[in-house]
């Protein structure tokens, strides 16, 4: 099993601020590697697939990049809508999420 | 618009079973394989079972392998999991989601309940 790990657990930020979270895998992983947004009671959203592709409707705040074993999520300048949970997903062989980063209010 | 419609959740003593079900439109549910995540409280995602669009491919995750069985129903756009000898740790938010073998999730429910008590 590809086991993913994301640092840091909780990162406070203020709004306006980047925010920059990193998601590493067990083994590589090559492009096929997603990130999802949760908030409180609500089901995952996609934002990113193909490591870097911003899924349908997401703000062009939101960029992914990396490839193989090491990605990054970064926020541009971080919204009030945009303190929630994130996790990365690897698709490429089954699927195992990382243990998500959450996003705080500084 | 694509929507899934979990329901089947619900408080169950352990060893019993229970069948959750996803009710899908929007889309063309013969045409997708479809999966279910489930998500403790407080905790992470953990992916649970996947069936392709025919039924042709079936994959469980390690945790669940021999408990749970993943179905699914194109002539009524339903998709289930039959979860047998509940445990404890079976305790979570069920999710179905949307996407292909080697693809993201493109489309998520929001979820039933299900709680493993005494």
């Known amino acids: 099993e590809i086991v993913m790990t994301q640092s840091p657990a909780t990162l406070s930020v203020s709004p306006g601020e980047r925010a920059t979270l990193s998601c590493r895998a067990s083994?590589?992983?090559?492009?096929?590697l997603a990130w999802y947004q949760q908030k409180p009671g609500q089901a995952p959203r996609l934002l990113i697939y193909?490591?870097?592709t911003r899924a349908t409707g997401v703000p062009a705040r939101f960029s992914g990049s990396g490839s193989g074993t090491e990605f990054t999520l970064t926020i541009s300048s971080l919204q009030s809508e945009d303190f929630a949970v994130y996790y990365c997903?690897?698709?490429?062989?089954?699927?195992?999420f990382g243990q998500g980063t959450k996003v705080g209010i500084k | 618009e694509v929507q899934l419609v979990e329901s089947g959740g619900g408080l169950v003593k352990p060893g019993k079973s229970l069948r959750l079900s996803c009710a899908a439109s929007?889309?063309?549910?013969?045409?997708?394989?479809m999966n279910w995540v489930r998500q403790a409280a407080g905790k992470g995602l953990e992916w649970v079972s996947s069936i392709s669009s025919s039924s042709s491919y079936i994959y469980y995750a390690d945790s669940v392998k021999g408990r749970f069985t993943i179905s699914r129903d194109n002539a009524k756009n339903s998709l289930f999991l039959q979860i047998n000898s509940l445990r404890a740790e079976d305790t979570a938010v069920y999710y179905c989601?949307?996407?292909?073998?080697?693809?993201?999730?493109?489309?998520w429910g929001q979820g039933t309940l299900v709680t493993v008590s005494s």
């Open positions: 989601a949307l996407g292909e073998y080697s693809s993201p999730f493109d489309y």
């Open positions: 929007g889309f063309s549910f013969s045409s997708y394989s």
């Open positions: 083994q590589s992983v090559s492009s096929n």
């Open positions: 193909g490591a870097s």
């Open positions: 997903q690897q698709y490429n062989n089954r699927w195992t």
